[in-house]
């Protein structure tokens, strides 16, 4: 357990739905990072968090996605209008000292 | 821009034996991390060790070593005694020192075990 939880684990949904992913970190941590992963890819960035504060944004993070982190500590990733292209695993991260620990991930199915 | 380049897409090892995983990486920074991850089928990235670029020895952590080797720019995994959990994917990931501290990762490794 790295104390790093998402969910839902798995969300199939419909093309054109919203989705909406949580990731909770490790508790008193500043920072939060998501990352997608494609099948047979690496993770990639996409956005992160100091504190309520969302510093960096990824090309790959369309106008479609928007990720909040109210009051520092949860964090939501949001998919509008949803997409085949958009199916894959939504990763999150949280930092403890030189260690980097992932969720379990969250995967998505755009059917 | 920095790249992490992971040159062996599968590996096989017997059970029991040692194995290596390559990686290279490039940047232009002075100051990064080096981290690897293992990933089993059931999607979560696990962390296995990581090397400060100033750190003059190599990190280990349990069956896990990193053969750091600055000049070359590689930052090999060494996973002794390999047992059958040990099948999965492991990617190689780096963090630059931009305020961001976001890693970038290579394109994996799969490797199976054989008893």
């Known amino acids: 357990d790295t104390g790093v939880s998402q969910n839902p684990r798995h969300k199939i949904t419909k093309r054109g739905q919203n989705v909406t992913f949580r990731c909770d970190p490790i508790s008193e941590h500043n920072r939060l990072y998501w990352y997608r992963q494609t099948l047979g890819q690496g993770p990639e960035f996409l956005t992160y968090f100091q504190n309520e504060a969302q510093l960096e944004k990824s090309r790959l993070l369309s106008d479609r996605f928007s990720a909040e982190r109210p009051k520092g500590s949860f964090s939501t990733l949001e998919i509008q209008r949803t997409e085949q292209g958009d199916s894959a695993m939504y990763l999150c991260?949280?930092?403890?000292?030189?260690?980097?620990?992932f969720g379990e991930g969250s995967w998505l199915t755009v059917v | 821009a920095q790249k992490i380049t992971q040159t062996q897409p599968g590996m096989f090892v017997q059970e029991k034996e040692a194995v290596t995983l390559d990686c290279t990486y490039d940047?232009?920074?002075?100051?990064?991390?080096l981290f690897w991850y293992k990933q089993p089928s059931s999607g979560e990235m696990i962390f296995l060790i990581y090397q400060g670029s100033y750190d003059e020895q190599n990190a280990t952590e349990g069956r896990y070593s990193l053969n750091f080797q600055k000049a070359r720019k590689s930052a090999n995994l060494v996973i002794s005694a390999s047992q059958l959990g040990d099948s999965a994917m492991y990617f190689c990931?780096?963090?630059?020192?931009?305020?961001?501290?976001?890693?970038?990762f290579g394109s994996g490794t799969r490797l199976l075990v054989r008893p």
């Open positions: 990931a780096m963090r630059g020192m931009d305020s961001s501290y976001k890693l970038i």
């Open positions: 940047t232009s920074d002075q100051s990064y991390g």
């Open positions: 991260a949280s930092p403890a000292g030189n260690t980097i620990y």
